[in-house]
């Protein structure tokens, strides 16, 4: 596939976002997400899912009789378990598109998790120098964003890295003494390829930084100084880890203002319940995580539905629910080294309970 050069790119790069609303103006959210990169390991597997009444259904239209406007989905470049790879993307980008969904691509650079606690470079990547990384960044980039345009399924956003708070590409792009330059150049990489495949896709930057203000100061201040591009700012909040939904609006209404860029929350969630279904114990073991609202399928509902009325009311413009349908099917575990063996820490928070049906009192909401 003939490349852009980086430099041409860098050109032909352009955003056509309409300007922000102001701050504190109520926009509605209009990306009313679900992170369902789990699903299709799933299915294979034979869960099954059923709607409110416990009809089985496709659990795709399920979540969209839910609310549910917009899929998004992780990409590793090459990992062990075969899943979340570019070939098994495309089967799952389809799919989401057939429901009339729109597409969120969430790049790792990895070949496992990336989150603020690691960022490995791919296997592939291995011991190349910045520049070589950055050509690394945007080819990749490129030939996922035209491989999904050319099937019919061109993402309308993509995030570059996942909760990058120290950057991404650890050690070349760790943000070492606060020099923002060698990730800027990252980001920059896959911004502009971002374009150069389709120039109306939206680009998301995503920490884990809603709790922490200075941090997200420190960051989007950063990256900004060292000339990264992006289009939407994204945050990841979990009620468990990252403070009140007080102070979640401050953050929202604050990182909006000062970057004059929309708001995305690209992942939350809450447990529907304390009880275990596999062998590997649960993330999240309190009857009441935050703010006394109980582990239970209204609760989970109501937490939800807080987190989306505050995002909603500070102005930002989505809210990603984090693996609604990762339920504790034998086989789909967390280890990519080991997905047959491994287990699911996740499935009292999913949407779906251990018998596939969607929790009745769950909605996404406008």
């Given at each position: ?53 416990g ?11 839910a ?56 296997k ?6 910045l ?16 491989s ?16 990058i708070?120290t ?39 995503h ?16 990256i ?34 000062r ?6 929350i ?25 703010d ?63 018998a ?11």
């Amino acid at each position: 596939m003939k490349k852009i050069p980086l430099a041409v790119a860098a050109i032909l790069a352009v955003t056509l976002l309409p300007p922000p609303a102001a701050a504190g103006e109520k926009t509605g959210l209009s990306m009313r997400g679900a992170d369902v990169s789990t699903l299709q390991r799933s299915q294979e597997l034979g869960q099954r899912f059923y709607d409110v009444r416990g009809r089985r259904a496709d659990p795709y239209e399920i979540l969209e009789d839910a609310g549910v406007n917009y899929v998004r989905l992780r990409i590793w470049n090459d990992p062990t378990s075969g899943y979340s790879n570019q070939e098994k993307v495309l089967q799952q980008a389809r799919a989401a598109k057939r429901a009339g969904h729109k597409l969120l691509i969430d790049f790792h650079y990895s070949d496992t998790w990336a989150d603020p606690g690691k960022q490995f470079v791919p296997k592939a990547w291995e011991g190349h120098d910045l520049e070589r990384l950055r050509q690394d960044v945007y080819d990749y980039t490129y030939d996922v964003c035209t491989s999904l345009k050319r099937q019919g399924t061109t993402p309308d956003s993509v995030q570059i890295g996942n909760e990058i708070n120290t950057g991404m590409l650890w050690p070349t792009g760790y943000v070492d003494d606060s020099d923002f330059g060698p990730l800027a150049k990252l980001l920059n990489a896959g911004y502009d390829a971002t374009k150069a495949c389709h120039r109306k896709t939206r680009v998301l930057v995503h920490t884990a930084l809603a709790e922490n203000i200075g941090a997200a100061h420190w960051f989007y201040d950063g990256i900004t100084a060292a000339g990264a591009k992006w289009d939407i700012t994204a945050l990841s909040y979990y009620c468990m880890w990252h403070g009140s939904p007080a102070n979640l609006a401050t953050v929202i209404g604050d990182v909006k203002a000062r970057y004059g860029k929309p708001v995305v929350i690209a992942e939350t969630a809450y447990p529907y319940t304390t009880e275990n279904f596999d062998h590997l114990e649960n993330i999240i073991l309190s009857e009441a995580p935050c703010d006394g609202i109980p582990a239970t399928q209204r609760g989970q509902a109501q937490q939800f539905a807080a987190v989306q009325t505050t995002a909603r009311d500070a102005g930002a413009i989505g809210v990603f629910y984090w693996e609604p349908t990762w339920t504790a099917i034998d086989g789909n575990g967390w280890d990519t080294e080991d997905i047959e063996n491994s287990g699911n820490a996740w499935e009292n928070m999913a949407t779906f309970d251990d018998a596939g049906r969607i929790n009745p009192y769950i909605k996404w909401s406008a």
